[in-house]
C-alpha cells in the first residue's frame, strides 16, 4: 500500500502531528493532475490496487472528489485519513460523488482528537461527515501521552455506525526533531492504560488495531493474550517502511522518517524497489540498534520476528548527538 | 564472377562537376557489330567456363542517351547469340535516371533489371546540366524518373560522392538522402580527382573521415532504420561479425575479376582505369574475352597484395578490409600500382577516430590474423 | 465496393446517389446520430460519424442509442471533471474516439485521463503555434508507458502502422489522406483534403468522376507530393523525421525548436515499438 499526500494544507494543529514538519516548511504544495496519474500507473505497475490519500486534510485539495473518483474509476481501493472536518459544501460535493461506493472500495479513517482539544465547530463537522460517511469510517486515534481517553471513541462508533475497528496510533519522535510524543520511559505506562480499555472493546466488539512500532513486551503475557482475541488472531508489532509519496513526488520511509533519505519517486521502477530501498536501509540501523530498549538486543521475540523493538525513529533518535562512525546510510 | 563495366556510350546529357568521363570527350557510340561482337565473346567465354557468370552493368556517360532501340537490339543479339548461356548473364544499370522512360524500364525489365543505381547531390549546381549546371531542372528530372521507378516497382540506390562543399553539412546530406529514399540508402565516397582541381572539390583522406564520423554515431544509434548505409552497414559486418564482404577496391581480389568495354571495344582493367585511361588490355575485336580476363599485365596487379605485406602494409591492423586499396588511386597518386593507395588515410582516421571509440570494438585485422 | 472512402456532410440527395461505398458523415449536430446511421447504411456502409462540437466534451449529452454506431468526437476542451464522470460508464459503453483540441494545456492532461480510463482518445492539431513540449510529454506517455491504456492517436496509429522503410501518414486518423478518403461536398465537388475542400481546392466534379479518380492527375500529384517537397529543399526535405511528418508543419518558424524536436523524438518512439512488435517484445540490445 503506498500514501499519496495530495496537499500539506491542514486544518487542525495537532499537538502530535507527525507531519508537523513537513507542513511547517512547505508552500502548501498540492499534487498535480499528472502526477497523480503518473503514481496510479507507478503502482499499477507495482500490482499494487490500494492507495491511501493523506495531508495535511487531503479534502482540503481542490481536486478531491475528482482524483478519489478518478482512482476508483481505476479500480484502486481508496482510503482516505481525514480529519472529518470540511465545508458544507465539501461535504455535499463528497456525499454526492462518494457516498454510494461500497466498503470495499472506498474507506475513511478519520483521526480523532478528544472532544477536549476540538472545538465545538470542529466536532460539529466531524459529526456531519460521520452522519454521511460513518458507514465507511474506521475511526482512528493517536495517542501522544501516557495518559489519554478514548471512551468518547466507543460512543461514537455506535452513534454514527462506525467501523467497528479503532486505528491506534502511537505518536513517535521525529529525528532531529522537538515533537510531542510518548517518551520510552512512558511507554509501559501508557500500554497499561491501553490495556484497561480492553474491556470495552470486549463489550462493543470493536477490535483495536495497533498501527506499527508497538514494542511487544510493553504488555504482559496475559494482556497478549486478550489482545489476540480482541484482533481475532491478527496481532502484528512491526515496524517497517510504509512509504509515503508527496505532493512533489519526493518519497520516504513513513512519517517520522520524512527528514531520512528522502528521494524522487522518478529515481525508482516500482513500488517493491522502494520498499527494498527503505528495508536495507532500516536492516541496517538495526544492525546498530536492535530496538528502542537495551533488552531488545537479546530479545528473542525480536530473533524470532514477532517483535521488530518498537519504532525505529526512536532508535535513529539515540546517534543524534554521537560522532558520525557508524554504518553511514544510518545518518541521514 | 566477371564484371564487365560496359560504356557503350560515354556522352552524358549531365556536366557532373567531378566526373571524368566526361572529361574525355568522348561522342562515340558503339555500332552494333561491335555490339554484336560483345555478346558472341561473352558467350564463348560462358561456355568454355561453364562455373562462369557475368555481370554485364550497363554505364556510361548516360546510358538512357542510347535510347530504347538500342536496348531492343541488345536483347535481340542477346537471344540470338547468347540462348544457351544468358540466363548467366546478370544485366545492371547505372543511370542519372533524367531520361529514362517508360518504353526503357520496360526493356530493362525484359533484360532482368529490377534496380537502378544513380547519384543524386541536395547542393546546387554541382550535377546538372549545361554549362551552369543548372541543377533544379536536373533534380526535376531526377524526381521524375524516380517516380517512373516507383510506379514500376523498380528499386534504386544513389551513390553520393563527397567534396569539399559536403563538408559542411554531413547531416543534413544523410538525412535528405534517406529522405529521398527509405528503403536504399546512400553509399558515401570520396571525391577522386587527379590533376588540376579548378573547383576546390577535392577533400583529404581526413576531412572525408571527419564527414562520415559526423553520420556515423547517428547511423549506429538508429541503424535499424538506414539498414544499408555504406561504407557503415558493411565495416560494421566485417568487424562485427568478421563477415568479410568488401567492395572492389577493399577486397584486393580485383585483379582477374573486372573488365571496362569503352564504345570503341577497347578494354580496362575497370572501369575507372577506362576512365583514365590506363591499363589497356586490348580490343575486343582482336582479342576473346578469356584473353583480356588473362591478360598478363593483371598478374602485376595481383602481385600488388604480396608487395604491400612485405612493405608498406606489414603491420597494418586494418590490412584484412582494406588491402591497400585501389590500385587506380595509387597509380593516379604516385605513378606506381605497387603504392598502398591514400584512401588508406581516410579508412585509419574513421575507424580510429570514430569506428573504436563509438562502437567500443578493437579493429584487428592485421596480417598475421588474416593469413589463411 | 471502391477503395476509397467518402468524407461528406449528411446531405440525403447526395447519399442518395450513392450505392455500396464507404461513408464517413461529417456533422455538428448531436441530434441526428442515430438518423444518419440508419439513413447511410441503407444503401452505403457507415465507416464512422465525425462530430465536430463547440461544446466542451463534459456538456456533450451522450446517448445510450449511440450504441454501435462508430463516432469521432472533436471537441476543443476536456470541460469539467465532475460532469464528464456522470457519463463516463456511458461512454465505456460507445464505439467513440474523442479527440481534444492541441490548443488547451489542460487536453494534455485530459487526454492521460481519458486513455488510463480505458477511452480511446487523440490529439488533434489545431492552425497555430502548438506547445511541443506538452505533446512530445504525451506522446512518450502514449508509446512508452507501460501501463494498459487506451489508445491516444495519432501517435499509437503512427507506431503501429510504422515501418522504417516506409513513409508513414497519421493523416489517417483524422480521414485524411486522398489515398483512402476523399472528401466532396453537397455540390459533388470533389477535393483531396479537408483543408482542400474548405478552401474550394477541388480536383474534379460529379460521382461519377469517382470511379477513375486514381488516374486524376492532380490525384497522381498529390500522392507523390513528397517529392515535391524534396525538390523544394526546404528544411523539411533535412529533417530527420520527414517520413512520419511529410512536412505537416512546413509554415512553421523555428522548427529546430519545435516541430523537429518532437518528431524526431516521435520517430525514436516509433522505432522502439517497430522493435518490440518485431522481437516479441523483447529489446535486442544494440551495439
Same mark, same amino acid.
Given at each position: 500500500m503506498a500514501n499519496v499526500l495530495l496537499t500539506e494544507k491542514c486544518v487542525r494543529a495537532c499537538p502530535y502531528c507527525f507531519a508537523k514538519k513537513q507542513m511547517d516548511t512547505s508552500a502548501f504544495a498540492e499534487l498535480s493532475w499528472d502526477n497523480l496519474i503518473y503514481i496510479a500507473d507507478f503502482l499499477e505497475i507495482s500490482h499494487e490496487q490500494k492507495i491511501s490519500l493523506l495531508g495535511g486534510e487531503p479534502t482540503l485539495h481542490p481536486h478531491f472528489v475528482d482524483f478519489t473518483t478518478y482512482l476508483l474509476e481505476r479500480n484502486f481501493h481508496v482510503n482516505v485519513f481525514t !480529519? @472529518?472536518? #470540511?465545508s458544507d459544501q465539501k461535504l455535499m460535493e463528497c456525499q454526492q460523488? /462518494? !457516498? @454510494?461506493?461500497p466498503p470495499e472500495k472506498l474507506s475513511f479513517t478519520c483521526n480523532m482528537n478528544h472532544p477536549d482539544i476540538s472545538s465545538p465547530n470542529e466536532t460539529e463537522r466531524i459529526n456531519k461527515f460521520l452522519s454521511v460517511f460513518g458507514h465507511l469510517t474506521t475511526p482512528g486515534y493517536n495517542i501522544y501521552q501516557a495518559d489519554f481517553d478514548i471512551e468518547f471513541i466507543f460512543q461514537t462508533i455506535n452513534n454514527y455506525n462506525l467501523r467497528r475497528h479503532l486505528r491506534v496510533g502511537l505518536a513517535q519522535p521525529i529525528p532531529g526533531e522537538i515533537n510531542r510524543y510518548v517518551q520510552i520511559d512512558d511507554l509501559k505506562k501508557m500500554a497499561k492504560k491501553f490495556a484497561g480499555y480492553f474491556d470495552l472493546f470486549e463489550r462493543f466488539n470493536i477490535i483495536p488495531g495497533f498501527d506499527c512500532g508497538?514494542? #511487544?513486551? /510493553?504488555?504482559?503475557d496475559e494482556e497478549l493474550g486478550k489482545l489476540f482475541k480482541l484482533n481475532k488472531g491478527r496481532l502484528s508489532f512491526g515496524c517497517g517502511p510504509a512509504i509515503d509519496i508527496g505532493p512533489d513526488m519526493m518519497v520516504w520511509s513513513c512519517f517520522p522518517l520524512s527528514n531520512f533519505h528522502k528521494r524522487s519517486l522518478f529515481e525508482f521502477n516500482s513500488l517493491q524497489e522502494i520498499g527494498n530501498f527503505y528495508n536495507n536501509l532500516h536492516a541496517k540501523i538495526r544492525t546498530e540498534i536492535g530496538g528502542i530498549f537495551e533488552e531488545c538486543d537479546n530479545c528473542p521475540q525480536r530473533y524470532n520476528e514477532l517483535c521488530m523493538g518498537g519504532c525505529i525513529a526512536h532508535s535513529l533518535n539515540h546517534f543524534k548527538n554521537e560522532a558520525t562512525v557508524r554504518f553511514k546510510e544510518i545518518y541521514s | 564472377m566477371a564484371v564487365v563495366i560496359f560504356k557503350a556510350i560515354e556522352k552524358c546529357n549531365s556536366n557532373c562537376i567531378y566526373c571524368d568521363v566526361i572529361k574525355k570527350h568522348q561522342d562515340e557510340i558503339m555500332n552494333y557489330d561491335l555490339l554484336k561482337l560483345i555478346f558472341i565473346r561473352m558467350n564463348d567465354y560462358l561456355t568454355d567456363n561453364p562455373d562462369e557468370n557475368i555481370t554485364f552493368t550497363w554505364h556510361g556517360g548516360e546510358v538512357c542517351l542510347l535510347g530504347p532501340d538500342y536496348f531492343k537490339v541488345a536483347l535481340k543479339f542477346q537471344d540470338e547469340y547468347c540462348s544457351g548461356t544468358k540466363t548467366r548473364i546478370e544485366h545492371q544499370v547505372q543511370s542519372n535516371l533524367t531520361l529514362i522512360s517508360q518504353e526503357i524500364i520496360d526493356l530493362f525489365k525484359k533484360l532482368g533489371i529490377k534496380q537502378i543505381g544513380s547519384s543524386f547531390e541536395p547542393i546546387h549546381n554541382i550535377r546538372g546540366f549545361g554549362k551552369k549546371r543548372d541543377s533544379h531542372i536536373y533534380n526535376r528530372k531526377f524526381i521524375e524518373g524516380i517516380k517512373l521507378l516507383n510506379k514500376n516497382h523498380f528499386t534504386w540506390g544513389v551513390i553520393y560522392v563527397v567534396h569539399r562543399l559536403s563538408l559542411k553539412m554531413p547531416l543534413e546530406i544523410f538525412y535528405y538522402l534517406t529522405n529521398l529514399n527509405t528503403r536504399s540508402h546512400p553509399n558515401f565516397n570520396q571525391i577522386k580527382l587527379f590533376g588540376e582541381d579548378k573547383n576546390n572539390l577535392a577533400i583529404t583522406g581526413e576531412e572525408f573521415a571527419d564527414f562520415l564520423g559526423a553520420i556515423f554515431p547517428v547511423w549506429l544509434k538508429n541503424k535499424d532504420r538506414y539498414p544499408n548505409v555504406q561504407p557503415f552497414s558493411r565495416l560494421l559486418k566485417n568487424i562485427k561479425d568478421r563477415d568479410l564482404s568488401m567492395v572492389c577496391e577493399s577486397a584486393g581480389i580485383c585483379s582477374h575479376n573486372w573488365i571496362y568495354v569503352g564504345p570503341d571495344g577497347e578494354t580496362s582493367q575497370c572501369g575507372r582505369a577506362g576512365d583514365y585511361s590506363v591499363l589497356s588490355y586490348g580490343n575486343l575485336i582482336n582479342n576473346t574475352f578469356e584473353e583480356i580476363m588473362n591478360h598478363s599485365q593483371r598478374n602485376q596487379l595481383a602481385e600488388r597484395q604480396t608487395v604491400l605485406l612485405q612493405k608498406?602494409?606489414?603491420?597494418?591492423?586494418?590490412w584484412g578490409i582494406c588491402h591497400g586499396g585501389c590500385p587506380l588511386d595509387a597509380f593516379m597518386t604516385y605513378n606506381d600500382f605497387m603504392k598502398k593507395s591514400p584512401s588508406c588515410d581516410a579508412t585509419k582516421i574513421f575507424i580510429e577516430k570514430y569506428f573504436e571509440p563509438v562502437t567500443g570494438l578493437h579493429v584487428d585485422f592485421s596480417p598475421k590474423y588474416t593469413e589463411t | 465496393m471502391m477503395d476509397h472512402f467518402l468524407v461528406c456532410p449528411f446531405n440525403e440527395k447526395l447519399l442518395a446517389k450513392l450505392r455500396q461505398k464507404a461513408i464517413v458523415i461529417h456533422t455538428n449536430d448531436l441530434n441526428i446520430i442515430r438518423y444518419i446511421d440508419k439513413e447511410v447504411n441503407k444503401s452505403n456502409k457507415l465507416h464512422a460519424i465525425k462530430i465536430q462540437t463547440e461544446k466542451p466534451l463534459s456538456a456533450v449529452a451522450f446517448s445510450e442509442d449511440w450504441k454501435n454506431i462508430p463516432l469521432a468526437i472533436y471537441s476543443p476542451e476536456f470541460g469539467i471533471y465532475k460532469d464528464f464522470l456522470h457519463q463516463l460508464h456511458l461512454i465505456r459503453k460507445l464505439n467513440v474516439r474523442i479527440f481534444l483540441s492541441s490548443h488547451h494545456d489542460f487536453n494534455f492532461i485530459a487526454l492521460r485521463i481519458l486513455s488510463s480510463l480505458n477511452i480511446s482518445c487523440g490529439l488533434y492539431f489545431d492552425e497555430g503555434p502548438q506547445n511541443w513540449d506538452a505533446i512530445n510529454d504525451l506522446m512518450h506517455y502514449a508509446i512508452y508507458?507501460?501501463?494498459?491504456h487506451a489508445p491516444i492517436e495519432p501517435f499509437d496509429y503512427l507506431a503501429f502502422h510504422y515501418e522504417p522503410s516506409e513513409y508513414t501518414d497519421y493523416s489517417f486518423v483524422y480521414f485524411d489522406n486522398p489515398t483512402k478518403y476523399l472528401h466532396i461536398n453537397d455540390k459533388e465537388q470533389i477535393a483531396l483534403t479537408e483543408k482542400d475542400l474548405l478552401s474550394n481546392n477541388f480536383i474534379d466534379e460529379g460521382i461519377c468522376s469517382l470511379d477513375n479518380i486514381s488516374e486524376n492527375k492532380k490525384y497522381l500529384d498529390f500522392t507523390n507530393i513528397r517529392y515535391d517537397i524534396m525538390l523544394r529543399m526546404n528544411e523539411c526535405a533535412f529533417c530527420p523525421a520527414f517520413r512520419i511528418c511529410l512536412a505537416k508543419f512546413a509554415d512553421l518558424d523555428n522548427k529546430n525548436e519545435t516541430c523537429k524536436i518532437f518528431f524526431s523524438d516521435f520517430m525514436d518512439a516509433a522505432d522502439y515499438s517497430f522493435s518490440r512488435k518485431n522481437n516479441n517484445g523483447n529489446q535486442l540490445w544494440q551495439l
Amino acid at each position: 500500500m503506498a500514501n499519496v499526500l495530495l496537499t500539506e494544507k491542514c486544518v487542525r494543529a495537532c499537538p502530535y502531528c507527525f507531519a508537523k514538519k513537513q507542513m511547517d516548511t512547505s508552500a502548501f504544495a498540492e499534487l498535480s493532475w499528472d502526477n497523480l496519474i503518473y503514481i496510479a500507473d507507478f503502482l499499477e505497475i507495482s500490482h499494487e490496487q490500494k492507495i491511501s490519500l493523506l495531508g495535511g486534510e487531503p479534502t482540503l485539495h481542490p481536486h478531491f472528489v475528482d482524483f478519489t473518483t478518478y482512482l476508483l474509476e481505476r479500480n484502486f481501493h481508496v482510503n482516505v485519513f481525514t !480529519s @472529518g472536518i #470540511m465545508s458544507d459544501q465539501k461535504l455535499m460535493e463528497c456525499q454526492q460523488f /462518494l !457516498s @454510494g461506493f461500497p466498503p470495499e472500495k472506498l474507506s475513511f479513517t478519520c483521526n480523532m482528537n478528544h472532544p477536549d482539544i476540538s472545538s465545538p465547530n470542529e466536532t460539529e463537522r466531524i459529526n456531519k461527515f460521520l452522519s454521511v460517511f460513518g458507514h465507511l469510517t474506521t475511526p482512528g486515534y493517536n495517542i501522544y501521552q501516557a495518559d489519554f481517553d478514548i471512551e468518547f471513541i466507543f460512543q461514537t462508533i455506535n452513534n454514527y455506525n462506525l467501523r467497528r475497528h479503532l486505528r491506534v496510533g502511537l505518536a513517535q519522535p521525529i529525528p532531529g526533531e522537538i515533537n510531542r510524543y510518548v517518551q520510552i520511559d512512558d511507554l509501559k505506562k501508557m500500554a497499561k492504560k491501553f490495556a484497561g480499555y480492553f474491556d470495552l472493546f470486549e463489550r462493543f466488539n470493536i477490535i483495536p488495531g495497533f498501527d506499527c512500532g508497538v514494542p #511487544m513486551c /510493553l504488555f504482559t503475557d496475559e494482556e497478549l493474550g486478550k489482545l489476540f482475541k480482541l484482533n481475532k488472531g491478527r496481532l502484528s508489532f512491526g515496524c517497517g517502511p510504509a512509504i509515503d509519496i508527496g505532493p512533489d513526488m519526493m518519497v520516504w520511509s513513513c512519517f517520522p522518517l520524512s527528514n531520512f533519505h528522502k528521494r524522487s519517486l522518478f529515481e525508482f521502477n516500482s513500488l517493491q524497489e522502494i520498499g527494498n530501498f527503505y528495508n536495507n536501509l532500516h536492516a541496517k540501523i538495526r544492525t546498530e540498534i536492535g530496538g528502542i530498549f537495551e533488552e531488545c538486543d537479546n530479545c528473542p521475540q525480536r530473533y524470532n520476528e514477532l517483535c521488530m523493538g518498537g519504532c525505529i525513529a526512536h532508535s535513529l533518535n539515540h546517534f543524534k548527538n554521537e560522532a558520525t562512525v557508524r554504518f553511514k546510510e544510518i545518518y541521514s | 564472377m566477371a564484371v564487365v563495366i560496359f560504356k557503350a556510350i560515354e556522352k552524358c546529357n549531365s556536366n557532373c562537376i567531378y566526373c571524368d568521363v566526361i572529361k574525355k570527350h568522348q561522342d562515340e557510340i558503339m555500332n552494333y557489330d561491335l555490339l554484336k561482337l560483345i555478346f558472341i565473346r561473352m558467350n564463348d567465354y560462358l561456355t568454355d567456363n561453364p562455373d562462369e557468370n557475368i555481370t554485364f552493368t550497363w554505364h556510361g556517360g548516360e546510358v538512357c542517351l542510347l535510347g530504347p532501340d538500342y536496348f531492343k537490339v541488345a536483347l535481340k543479339f542477346q537471344d540470338e547469340y547468347c540462348s544457351g548461356t544468358k540466363t548467366r548473364i546478370e544485366h545492371q544499370v547505372q543511370s542519372n535516371l533524367t531520361l529514362i522512360s517508360q518504353e526503357i524500364i520496360d526493356l530493362f525489365k525484359k533484360l532482368g533489371i529490377k534496380q537502378i543505381g544513380s547519384s543524386f547531390e541536395p547542393i546546387h549546381n554541382i550535377r546538372g546540366f549545361g554549362k551552369k549546371r543548372d541543377s533544379h531542372i536536373y533534380n526535376r528530372k531526377f524526381i521524375e524518373g524516380i517516380k517512373l521507378l516507383n510506379k514500376n516497382h523498380f528499386t534504386w540506390g544513389v551513390i553520393y560522392v563527397v567534396h569539399r562543399l559536403s563538408l559542411k553539412m554531413p547531416l543534413e546530406i544523410f538525412y535528405y538522402l534517406t529522405n529521398l529514399n527509405t528503403r536504399s540508402h546512400p553509399n558515401f565516397n570520396q571525391i577522386k580527382l587527379f590533376g588540376e582541381d579548378k573547383n576546390n572539390l577535392a577533400i583529404t583522406g581526413e576531412e572525408f573521415a571527419d564527414f562520415l564520423g559526423a553520420i556515423f554515431p547517428v547511423w549506429l544509434k538508429n541503424k535499424d532504420r538506414y539498414p544499408n548505409v555504406q561504407p557503415f552497414s558493411r565495416l560494421l559486418k566485417n568487424i562485427k561479425d568478421r563477415d568479410l564482404s568488401m567492395v572492389c577496391e577493399s577486397a584486393g581480389i580485383c585483379s582477374h575479376n573486372w573488365i571496362y568495354v569503352g564504345p570503341d571495344g577497347e578494354t580496362s582493367q575497370c572501369g575507372r582505369a577506362g576512365d583514365y585511361s590506363v591499363l589497356s588490355y586490348g580490343n575486343l575485336i582482336n582479342n576473346t574475352f578469356e584473353e583480356i580476363m588473362n591478360h598478363s599485365q593483371r598478374n602485376q596487379l595481383a602481385e600488388r597484395q604480396t608487395v604491400l605485406l612485405q612493405k608498406e602494409c606489414a603491420d597494418c591492423r586494418l590490412w584484412g578490409i582494406c588491402h591497400g586499396g585501389c590500385p587506380l588511386d595509387a597509380f593516379m597518386t604516385y605513378n606506381d600500382f605497387m603504392k598502398k593507395s591514400p584512401s588508406c588515410d581516410a579508412t585509419k582516421i574513421f575507424i580510429e577516430k570514430y569506428f573504436e571509440p563509438v562502437t567500443g570494438l578493437h579493429v584487428d585485422f592485421s596480417p598475421k590474423y588474416t593469413e589463411t | 465496393m471502391m477503395d476509397h472512402f467518402l468524407v461528406c456532410p449528411f446531405n440525403e440527395k447526395l447519399l442518395a446517389k450513392l450505392r455500396q461505398k464507404a461513408i464517413v458523415i461529417h456533422t455538428n449536430d448531436l441530434n441526428i446520430i442515430r438518423y444518419i446511421d440508419k439513413e447511410v447504411n441503407k444503401s452505403n456502409k457507415l465507416h464512422a460519424i465525425k462530430i465536430q462540437t463547440e461544446k466542451p466534451l463534459s456538456a456533450v449529452a451522450f446517448s445510450e442509442d449511440w450504441k454501435n454506431i462508430p463516432l469521432a468526437i472533436y471537441s476543443p476542451e476536456f470541460g469539467i471533471y465532475k460532469d464528464f464522470l456522470h457519463q463516463l460508464h456511458l461512454i465505456r459503453k460507445l464505439n467513440v474516439r474523442i479527440f481534444l483540441s492541441s490548443h488547451h494545456d489542460f487536453n494534455f492532461i485530459a487526454l492521460r485521463i481519458l486513455s488510463s480510463l480505458n477511452i480511446s482518445c487523440g490529439l488533434y492539431f489545431d492552425e497555430g503555434p502548438q506547445n511541443w513540449d506538452a505533446i512530445n510529454d504525451l506522446m512518450h506517455y502514449a508509446i512508452y508507458s507501460t501501463t494498459k491504456h487506451a489508445p491516444i492517436e495519432p501517435f499509437d496509429y503512427l507506431a503501429f502502422h510504422y515501418e522504417p522503410s516506409e513513409y508513414t501518414d497519421y493523416s489517417f486518423v483524422y480521414f485524411d489522406n486522398p489515398t483512402k478518403y476523399l472528401h466532396i461536398n453537397d455540390k459533388e465537388q470533389i477535393a483531396l483534403t479537408e483543408k482542400d475542400l474548405l478552401s474550394n481546392n477541388f480536383i474534379d466534379e460529379g460521382i461519377c468522376s469517382l470511379d477513375n479518380i486514381s488516374e486524376n492527375k492532380k490525384y497522381l500529384d498529390f500522392t507523390n507530393i513528397r517529392y515535391d517537397i524534396m525538390l523544394r529543399m526546404n528544411e523539411c526535405a533535412f529533417c530527420p523525421a520527414f517520413r512520419i511528418c511529410l512536412a505537416k508543419f512546413a509554415d512553421l518558424d523555428n522548427k529546430n525548436e519545435t516541430c523537429k524536436i518532437f518528431f524526431s523524438d516521435f520517430m525514436d518512439a516509433a522505432d522502439y515499438s517497430f522493435s518490440r512488435k518485431n522481437n516479441n517484445g523483447n529489446q535486442l540490445w544494440q551495439l
